[in-house]
């Protein structure tokens, strides 16, 4: 068990549907604000907190495609940010939805890709992109690095996940291996976490077989615990919470009203969805570890995106 006061439960394992919290919390936040007459509190918290734009992405141009119901490319930006340290986005994914034919795809692109940083006139590792240029230089690299236009971002701070968690209540997860992590044993099987467990469970990476795959594969487990969660008629009560987790944690180029027609138009994506990892070989130049993904490989996966939201 990862504490002491933690409970196994019998529970089907759910498909999950958006592999960074961030986004999930948003839309989630501004349902349930509708749907309790929060509307205002909501709001506000988005436009005056957590809205930030980019000048690589089109607002407007992306307003409307929302209103239209027109498919649409979101990057989703997990970013593990320290104190005196503008930190490094640890997941990076490109989450494309196309409403007409009610799907949804998840591009991981592995953090450790090593590619051209855009502006910077320097190639090193994707996920540095955030380190030196935040929100606005990890859109434009991804843009330029897969050939695609992205119509939104949403950043959320990996802390912000521990706190969300212990907002929603705790949630539950599926963990197929045994380990110690963090001060913490988690047990293989179905056991609950809170904010900091959870935290510690989507950290674990040296120990896993899998390496990276295996940590996504945890991340995925516990946003899909906190979707649950926040799913929950009684989450109503902890909406204040939630909302200052955002505006402490997140950041993205929607204004609420975006989100709003999104978490409308787009809902029924979520029934088929598609996920995709881009692989590499891996390198090392200076004693420094790269992933090298081959052009193959990346145009390979411009090809997926492009299928769900050609341009």
Known sequence: ?????????????????????????LLAGGGAAYLYSMY????????DDVHEEVSGIDDEAAKEKVEDEEPINVLLLGVDERDNDTGRADTMIVLSLDPAN?????????????TEISGEGTTDKINHSY?????????????????????????????????????????EVSNDQAFSQGGYDFEEGNIEL???E??????????????????????REVIQGTIDQGASANIANNIDDMMDVLGNNAATNMKFKDMRNLATNYRSARHDIESYQ????????????????????????????NEYTPS
């Open 278 to 305: 881009m692989q590499g070989k891996d390198t090392y130049i200076n004693d420094i570890y790269y992933l090298n993904v081959p052009e193959s490989e990346i145009e390979k996966t411009r090809d997926k995106i």
């Open 102 to 114: 009610n799907r949804m795809q998840m591009v991981s692109i592995p953090r450790d890709t090593r």
């Open 198 to 219: 959870a935290l510690a469970y989507v950290r674990m990476r040296k120990g896993d077989p899998e390496g990276d795959a295996g940590r996504n594969d945890r991340q």
């Open 194 to 196: 809170n904010g900091d």
């Open 131 to 171: 380190a030196y240029g935040g929100s606005e230089m990890s859109v434009n690299t991804v843009e330029e690095f897969l050939e695609i236009d992205l119509d939104y971002y949403v950043r959320m701070n990996m802390d912000g996940l521990a706190q969300m968690v212990d907002a929603v209540g705790g949630i």
């Open 40 to 47: 205002n509190n909501v709001k506000t918290t988005v436009d």
């Open 1 to 25: 068990m990862a504490t002491r006061s933690m409970k196994h439960r019998r529970k089907k394992k759910k498909p999950w549907l958006f592999s960074t919290v961030a986004v999930v919390l």
